[in-house]
C-alpha cells in the first residue's frame, strides 16, 4: 500500500498586536503591524494603528502663535517702526515738559527739552555736538510729527526690506546727519532747525539711486521730490537740511550697491561717512548763512 505526505495544516490568522484575541486580515501601512478594526485609523492611504498616529502628530509642530506687535515688525519693518516709536516718544517728552514748564503741551517747542536738542549752529559750535543727531528726533507740533512719520513708515518699510536692518538704520543716521552738517556750513548761526525731514529726504535719495541702478521708472520720484523741494521754501522750512540729507542718502546707497557683496566694507563705509559729517560740522568754520 501507497501512503502519500500529509498535509500540514494551516497557520492561524494573525491577530491584531493591541487585542491579540481578534484575528485580523489588515495591517497598518505605517509600521505593518495587524490591527482589527477597532484599532484602525483612516489614512490617506489604508488605515494606521493609534500608536503611529500618535506619532505622526508628535512630529508636526503647532504653528506658532504671533503677536501684533510681530505682525507689524514682520510687514514694516523693525527698525522703521522703533524709529517712529522713538520720535513719537520725544514728541511726548517734549509736550510735557512743556506743560510742566507752564505751556501748552501741544506747544512742544517751548518745551525746554526741546531747547537743549535742536539744532542751533552757534551752541553746536560752542560744545553741544548731541545737537546734530538729537534734532532729527524733534518735531514741531502734531502736524510736523504725522506727515514725517507717515513718510518714515511708507518709504521706511520700502527700504528696510531692500536693504536690511543694519543698512537701513546706517543710511538713516547717515541722511540725518548730512542735513544738520548742511544747516552747520550754511544755516543761521541762532536759528534752532529740528525734524525727521533730513533723514527722510535722504531716504528719497537713496529710493532714487535704487532705482536708477534697476533702470526703473524715476518719473514717479522726480515729481514727488520737486514738489517737496518746492514745499521747502515755505518760511519755517530748512531747505539745507533736507537737501544735505538728500545727497547723503543717494551718496550713501551708491556705496552701498558699489560694495554689495562686502558687508565688512559696507559697515566701515558707512561709518567712516558718519564720521567725516560729523567732522565737518564741528571743525569747518561755517560759511556765509544761506537764508533757506
Known amino acids: 500500500m501507497g501512503g502519500g505526505a500529509g498535509e500540514q495544516p494551516a497557520p492561524p490568522p494573525p491577530t491584531c498586536y493591541r487585542h491579540p484575541d481578534r484575528p485580523t486580515g489588515i495591517s497598518c501601512t ?18 494606521q494603528c493609534p500608536a503611529c498616529v500618535r506619532e505622526g502628530a508628535a512630529s508636526i509642530r503647532a504653528p ?8 507689524a515688525a514682520a510687514r514694516w519693518g523693525t527698525v522703521t517702526l522703533s524709529l517712529i516709536a522713538a520720535n513719537v516718544a520725544m514728541f511726548l517728552v517734549t509736550a510735557v515738559s512743556a506743560g510742566l514748564a507752564g505751556n501748552p503741551p501741544l506747544d512742544n517747542h517751548r518745551s525746554p527739552v526741546f531747547a537743549d536738542l535742536a539744532q542751533v549752529p552757534l551752541l553746536v559750535g560752542l ?22 512719520m507717515l513718510s518714515l513708515l511708507v518709504f521706511g518699510s520700502e527700504l528696510e526690506r531692500q536693504l536690511g536692518r543694519w543698512r537701513f538704520l546706517g543710511l538713516y543716521v547717515v541722511s540725518a546727519l548730512g542735513g544738520s552738517t548742511a544747516i552747520q556750513l550754511l544755516g543761521e548761526p541762532l536759528r534752532a532747525v529740528a525734524g525727521a525731514s533730513t533723514a527722510i529726504y535722504g531716504l528719497l535719495g537713496a529710493l532714487g539711486v535704487l532705482m536708477v541702478m534697476r533702470r526703473q521708472d524715476v518719473r ?33 546707497t551708491a556705496v552701498l550697491v558699489l560694495t554689495r557683496r562686502r558687508p565688512a566694507t559696507q559697515a566701515a563705509a558707512l561709518a567712516g561717512l558718519g564720521v567725516v559729517l560729523v567732522v565737518l560740522a564741528l571743525t569747518v568754520p561755517p560759511l556765509a ?3 533757506f
Open 289 to 291: 548763512p544761506v537764508a
Open 64 to 71: 506658532r502663535r504671533t503677536t501684533g506687535l510681530r505682525s
Open 127 to 148: 560744545g553741544e555736538p548731541w545737537r546734530l543727531i538729537t534734532a532729527a528726533f524733534l518735531h514741531i507740533g502734531l502736524v510736523h510729527l504725522a506727515l514725517n
Open 220 to 252: 514717479g520720484l522726480a515729481v514727488l521730490l520737486a514738489i517737496n523741494v518746492f514745499i521747502s521754501f515755505l518760511p519755517g522750512v530748512s531747505l539745507l537740511g533736507h537737501l544735505g540729507g538728500l545727497v547723503a542718502g543717494a551718496a550713501v
Open 30 to 47: 505605517r509600521c505593518g503591524r495587524p490591527i482589527c478594526p477597532e484599532c484602525m485609523v483612516p489614512a490617506s492611504v489604508g488605515f
